[in-house]
Every structure is written in structure tokens, then in C-alpha cells.
């Protein structure tokens, strides 16, 4: 039974673009790993994620997640940063008073045009902190930047 429960990480933008990847799984020694990870799928220098296993305080105790790691905790990364990317595309249009759809991701940023005006350009970073009130939200958008992903396997 304890097998078949679900496992979850909640990845979390800062509005300085540092940011928090809570596990549900207890350590396994593969911290500079996920962080490497999420540090690849966003753009931005590796120490700049925490990682916290077993995050209780994220989490809660007693709720039916299982903390056994996992093979499957590489490919849950993936895709929060992968919602992250997203809904930064979203924001980095609302910024740029732009289509959303004709952004490019460059490099850990989101592009307009071909790239040459640095007007154009939204970094990871630079997102976060419009995502957490300095900017105008796109209709249907909340604030903040942030995404969990739950899995089992």
C-alpha cells in the first residue's frame, strides 16, 4: 500500500528569482542533482535553488504522501519547472505587451523579436518579480510563480 501513495515537489519563484524545491521524499543525496535540474529546465545558475526533502513544512505530516524516494522524483522536476516556464511565458507577454506565442525561450530568458533589443527581453528573474505585483496580470493569471506536480510510481 505504502507503494501505491502519492509522491509530490512544489517548486517556488521568489520574487528575486531564488527559488525553493520542496520534496515530499526524504533525502536521498541527490539535492545538487534536482537543483541542477531545475537550474537547466529555467535558466538560472544552480545555487540559486534549495532543496528541501521531506519538507513537512510545505507538506504537513500524516497526509498520505510517501516519502520512499524515488525514480520518478527527476521526471516530477521536469515538469513543475516546466509549468513554471510556461506561465512565465504568459507574464513575459503581459510585460512585453506582446503575444505570448511569439516569445522565444533563450537561454533562461523569454524573447521578442529576434532577440537584439533588451527591451525585449524577460529573464526568469526579472518574471518572478513582475509575477509577485509589479506588473498587470494577464486575465486568468494569478500572481505569484510557483507549481507542484504530484506522481506516483
Partial sequence: ?????????????????????????????????????????????????????????????????????????????????GKIRAKAQLLAGAALGTSPETLTWLNGAWVGADGSDPAQVKTVEEIALYAHGTGALPPGVEGGLDAQTVYSD
Fill in 1 to 81: 500500500m505504502a507503494n501505491e501513495a502519492y509522491r509530490a515537489v512544489f517548486l517556488r519563484v521568489h520574487p528575486t528569482g531564488k527559488m525553493v524545491l520542496s520534496l515530499t521524499t526524504e533525502s536521498e543525496g541527490k539535492e545538487a542533482e534536482y537543483a541542477q535540474l531545475v537550474a537547466d529546465e529555467l535558466g538560472i545558475p544552480a545555487l540559486d535553488v534549495k532543496v528541501v526533502p521531506a519538507d513537512t513544512d510545505r507538506f504537513g505530516v500524516g497526509h498520505g504522501y510517501n516519502t520512499s524516494p524515488t525514480k520518478g522524483t527527476s521526471a516530477a522536476i521536469v515538469s513543475a519547472a
